[in-house]
């Protein structure tokens, strides 16, 4: 895989049952890159490895006065020069592209999870933990992927030399086959607090990075109750107690480096000593000498990859242990035909296959009825209840663990039997909080719709002309269509975001369709006019909306009232606010000092009609 080929096609199906295994299948999945990055690497260690040698015979050359076979010595580490350079840059190469290259399969993993979760994804993770692992820790897990071959070429070198010493000069090989290895043990017991202390750095990022998202979030909410100094100070402290943890785990890792500096010279000055006695006494030559004492200088360099590949996996262990939290997330269903994890729905795939349900749209853990072709209006008491109902209708609660309940049906089909895809495709839910990404107003409104309704159709009936007024006056040389809309619609006011994500939702054209409080941030003319819009464009198709405005429930063609999570009364709206306390105690908003006169009233007048009687 090479970077221009990126995206995946198909980043694969991830082992997240925990960070180690993650971990390792990513290394299965980069076999190709990490087997051209281990030979790149042996040829630029075994090239430096063979330099010590080189040099001790040109300097027994030298001694012998033999120009002849310095010149080829001269040649020879000249060739190991150009393989050394070639071997370094082709190694950098591959490595920066396993980098890379395992970077963007984590990442095209985290998304396609994201694509499948939905809403449902921040109910399981907090929203900072996912900024945490789709930005910083996507850079760990890469780094250790790609420092995965350097450290295994670095190894095998280690271990050729060592046995290249022993064989070459046994006297002093010994020394340095006993001693290497002892050098790259004696950063181990420092390892688990390193470990440690890394671990709890990136549990303080992760948590000053949660706080960072969620004040970003509520800023404007917050400017508004006074809130931003607490906020703020709340964020400097998650700060210091980041750097703090970051000091403590720098200071480890400086002391391993200390170490991995120390032990090197140790086993320096031991070589030179036992070698100038073993040339003393005539056993070794002087070119000998320099050859094994150049070796062990250049030993340094490939030990310092045990080094780094101990920094690599501290600091990626709890990356990917979060990143495989993320992506073990998956969709229960109740039949077990094998698209639990939604894989078959990530690009669209197999759904096709599958034939579209439609009908009537019937909850049974509520006893909710929304008959095919009509407008349902359903009117909650908890706004909680009301988002957590509209999950369920588009089949999106089968994420969450915490729901237990029967699956909703349409057409008589189960939602959460079916392929992602295609149940999204046939229910389409608008929360209360729709978000508007970046572009122009063209792109925003190009989704994958049935081609029934036209993005003027919606935006008419969404009651976007002010919109479109807003958006001509920003961009006078450009239409409407094409003026730009920036992150989130924030240039735009609430009602005028809300408005066009209904517009987005409607040009989609579902077989059936739930809104969440469409209305809850525009004003009761425009309310009005929007629910007579939805309603004709709306006509024959299945809409639930989940709403307590009266002037939506008025033009509804059938009103479900719930309490407590089950179905209690069922009519038009004029009708529920006569009969049923509860229903007008919601959409009316009376306290209960307000209904306690009524409910007096009510009393008196089944006395008197008594009395006449």
């Known amino acids: 895989m090479q970077i221009r080929d990126l995206p995946f096609t198909d980043p694969g ?5 925990s960070g180690p295994h993650f971990l390792r299948w990513l290394g299965r999945n980069q076999l190709g890159g990490q087997l051209k990055s281990l030979a790149w690497g042996l040829l630029h260690f075994g090239s430096i490895a063979v330099l010590p040698y080189l040099v001790g015979l040109a300097v027994q050359a030298v001694v012998d006065r033999s120009g002849e076979r310095l010149a080829v010595a001269g040649a020879m580490m000249t060739l190991s020069g150009i393989a050394i350079a070639l071997g370094d840059t082709m190694l950098h190469r591959t490595a920066v592209t396993n980098w890379i290259t395992a970077a963007a399969r984590v990442q095209q993993l985290l998304a396609r999870k994201t694509a499948q979760l939905g809403s449902a994804l921040t109910r399981r993770v907090a929203a900072g933990e996912v900024v945490a692992v789709s930005t910083g820790d996507v850079e760990k897990i890469g780094w250790f992927v790609e420092a995965a071959s350097r450290f295994t070429a670095a190894a095998l070198t280690v271990v050729f030399v060592c046995v290249g010493v022993v064989l070459y000069q046994p006297a002093l090989g010994v020394v340095v086959a006993v001693g290497v290895p002892v050098l ?30 969620d004040t970003v979030a509520g800023l404007r909410v917050l400017r508004g109750i006074g809130g931003e100094e607490l906020f703020l100070d709340r964020y400097r402290r998650a700060s210091q107690e980041v ?19 120390l032990m090197p010279g140790l086993l320096l000055i031991a070589v030179v000593w036992h ?29 310092r990859h045990f080094e780094e590949i101990a920094m690599a996996y501290s600091f990626s262990r709890p990356s990917a242990k979060r990143a495989a939290r993320v992506l073990s997330l998956q969709r229960t269903t109740h039949a077990g035909d094998g698209s639990q994890d939604g894989t078959d729905t990530a690009a669209g795939g197999r759904s096709g296959d599958v034939e579209m349900p439609s009908g009537d749209l019937y909850d049974p853990a509520t006893g909710l009825l929304a008959p095919s072709g009509r407008l349902t209006a359903v009117v909650c008491g908890d706004p909680d209840e009301a988002g957590r109902l509209a999950e369920r209708l588009g089949g999106h609660a089968a994420f969450d663990d915490a729901e237990k309940l029967p699956s909703v049906l349409l057409g008589g089909v189960a939602l959460d039997e079916l392929p ?10 608008q929360d209360k909080d729709p978000v508007l990404l970046s572009g122009t107003l063209r ?94 464009l709306r006509k024959g198709r299945t809409t639930v909306v989940l709403t ?50 009524q409910a007096r009233t009510d009393t008196n007048i089944g006395i008197d009609i008594e009395e006449t009687a």
Do not use: N
């Open 13 to 17: 199906m991830p082992d997240a049952r």
């Open 443 to 536: 792109g925003l409104l190009d989704v994958p719709a049935s081609g029934a309704v036209s993005a003027d159709d919606a935006l008419v009936a969404a009651q976007c002309a002010d919109v479109l007024d807003a958006l001509a006056q920003a961009s006078v040389d450009e239409t409407p269509m094409d003026a730009h809309v920036t992150e989130r619609g924030r240039s735009l006011s609430g009602g005028q975001r809300q408005r066009l994500a209904l517009a987005r939702s409607l040009v989609t054209d579902p077989e059936v369709l739930v809104l969440d409080e469409p209305t809850s941030a525009v004003d009761s003319h425009t309310e009005a006019r929007v629910a007579e819009g939805v309603k004709g």
């Open 243 to 261: 750097r703090t943890a970051a000091v403590r785990s720098a200071r480890m890792w400086a002391a391993i480096s200390a170490v991995q500096v």
């Open 548 to 597: 307590s405005s009266p002037l939506l429930l008025d033009r509804a063609e059938r009103v479900v009232f719930l309490h407590e999570g089950e179905v209690v009364a069922v009519g038009e709206h004029r009708e529920l606010v006569h009969s049923e306390p509860r229903y007008r105690a919601v959409v009316t908003r009376e306290t209960d000092e307000e209904r306690a006169p």
């Open 420 to 429: 992602l895809a295609t149940a999204r495709t046939a229910v389409l839910v």
């Open 184 to 213: 790259a043990l004696t950063v181990l017991p420092l390892l688990p607090r390193a470990t440690r202390r890394a671990d709890h750095q990136r549990e303080k990022a992760g948590r000053a990075t949660e706080l960072a998202s």
């Open 275 to 303: 070698g100038v006695h073993l040339a003393r006494e005539g056993r070794i030559t002087i070119g000998e000498l320099v050859t094994v004492y150049s070796t062990v200088t250049l030993l340094t360099y490939p030990l």
